[in-house]
C-alpha cells in the first residue's frame, strides 16, 4: 500500500508560493496541499481557483489551528516572517521547509535547527538554485575535472527593476532580511560553497541606489575558498544589460554561460514538471567551454526544480537525508551578516 500523501500547508501565496512551492508540491503524487495562507484577497481568490481543493485562511494563527491534521509547513513569506512562522510550525509538531533566506539572522537560523533536532523534526531550506539546469551542467563539469585547477569563479544575478515594486521590500533593512544581499546573496553563495566548500568574505560592495537610504540593491561580493579558489558574486536590480550568468577561469579551460535558467518562467506560464520542455534551455545560451577560439558549446542540462521536492519526500517519509541541510543555509547566513557588520 502507497503511504498517505504527506499533508502541506503554505504560508505565502506571493511570487515564492504561487510559482515555485504550490505547483510542484501538487504536481508530486506523495504531496497533497491542503492549506493556503495569505491576507491579500485577490491572492486568496487565485490560490482558492487554483487549488481547490485547498483551504485558503487569513492568517498563520488560523493555519496552525489545523496543525493536528498536516505533516508540513511550507514557508514562503516576508523574510522578518520566515524565523518566526518556522519556529511556530515546528513547536505545533510540523516539518518545516523554508525559503531563502532562512531567517534574518544567523542566530535566528540557529534557533530553528535547535528547535527542529529537540523535537526530531525534518527542516529544510528551499535552495532551489541547485537545480538550475546551468548550475547542474557547471557541477558535473567542475567534479569532472574540466577546468583543471580552478582559480576563479564568477557568478552574477543581475535585472533592470528601477521600481522597487513591493512596499515591504522599500522599507525592510538588513535587520528584517531585505535587500538585495538577503534575497540573491543566499543564491550565490550557496552554489559557491556547494562548488567549492567553505569560504570567508574578504571584499564587499553593499550599495543602494534606488531609495535615498533605503535596502541594498546593488552589491559585489569577494569570497576565498579555503580551496583556494577565489568566489566573485554580483547581485544588481539595476543593470540595463545583465552580465554573464557564470564564468569559471581553470588552468586548462574556462567555461562562460549566459541566460538565466527558464524554469521560473515555465512554472509562471503554467508548464509544469514532466511536460514536454520543462527545464529545457534555448540552446543559444549554452555555456562555451575551452580555450579561446576553441571553446565549444556545451549542452544545458534540463533543471530539475522537482527533485527538491522529491528529496524532501525520501526525508520525510523514509528517514534519508533532507535535499538542503539547512546548516549550509546557516553558514550563508553568517557570510551576509559578516558583510553587513563591515567584514
Same mark, same amino acid.
Do not use: K, S
Given at each position: 500500500m502507497s503511504a498517505p500523501p504527506i499533508r502541506t500547508v503554505l504560508f505565502g501565496y506571493g511570487l515564492g508560493g504561487r510559482v515555485f512551492h504550490a505547483p510542484l508540491i501538487a504536481r508530486d503524487p506523495r504531496y497533497s496541499l491542503d492549506v493556503i495562507v495569505t491576507a491579500d484577497? !485577490? $491572492? =486568496? =481568490?487565485? &490560490?482558492? &481557483?487554483?487549488y481547490p481543493a485547498a483551504v485558503v485562511v487569513p492568517t498563520a494563527e488560523a493555519a496552525l489551528q489545523r496543525a493536528g491534521s498536516l505533516d508540513l509547513a511550507v514557508v514562503s513569506t516576508p523574510p522578518a516572517t520566515h524565523g518566526p512562522i518556522a519556529l511556530k510550525a515546528l513547536e505545533s509538531g510540523l516539518a518545516a521547509v523554508v525559503d531563502k533566506p532562512f531567517a534574518h539572522s544567523a542566530q535566528a537560523a540557529a534557533d530553528l535547527i535547535a528547535a527542529a533536532k529537540s523535537r526530531g523534526l525534518v527542516l529544510s531550506v528551499f535552495q532551489n538554485r541547485r537545480w538550475d539546469g546551468d548550475f547542474l551542467t557547471l557541477r558535473r563539469l567542475v567534479e569532472q575535472g574540466a577546468f583543471g585547477t580552478v582559480s576563479r569563479f564568477e557568478s552574477r544575478m543581475e535585472s533592470y527593476k528601477p521600481v522597487v515594486a513591493k512596499e515591504w521590500k522599500r522599507k525592510a533593512g538588513a535587520d528584517d532580511g531585505g535587500g538585495i544581499l538577503f534575497d540573491l546573496g543566499p543564491h550565490l553563495i550557496d552554489? &559557491? *560553497?556547494? *562548488? @567549492?566548500?567553505? =569560504?570567508e568574505p574578504v571584499h564587499a560592495e553593499v550599495r543602494a541606489r534606488r531609495v535615498a537610504q533605503g535596502p541594498d540593491d546593488d552589491v559585489f561580493v569577494a569570497l576565498r575558498h579555503d580551496s583556494g579558489v577565489m568566489s566573485h558574486l554580483w547581485m544588481n536590480s539595476l543593470a540595463p544589460q545583465p552580465g554573464e550568468r @557564470? $564564468? !569559471? !577561469?581553470g588552468s586548462e579551460a574556462s567555461w562562460v554561460k549566459s541566460g538565466m535558467d527558464p524554469q521560473e518562467g515555465q512554472l509562471d506560464a503554467g508548464l509544469l514538471p514532466g511536460d514536454p520542455g520543462y527545464g529545457a534551455e534555448d540552446p543559444a545560451l549554452w555555456g562555451l567551454l575551452g580555450t579561446g577560439a576553441d571553446a565549444a558549446a556545451v549542452p544545458t542540462e534540463a533543471g530539475r526544480y522537482q527533485d527538491y521536492y522529491s528529496g524532501l519526500a525520501g526525508a520525510l517519509l523514509h528517514g534519508s537525508a533532507v535535499p538542503v541541510d539547512p546548516a549550509d543555509s546557516l553558514r550563508g547566513l553568517e557570510i551576509i551578516q559578516r558583510i553587513h557588520a563591515g567584514l
Open positions: 484577497p !485577490v $491572492r =486568496a =481568490a487565485t &490560490a482558492a &481557483a487554483a552554489q &559557491a *560553497l556547494a *562548488l @567549492f566548500g567553505p =569560504a @557564470f $564564468r !569559471v !577561469v
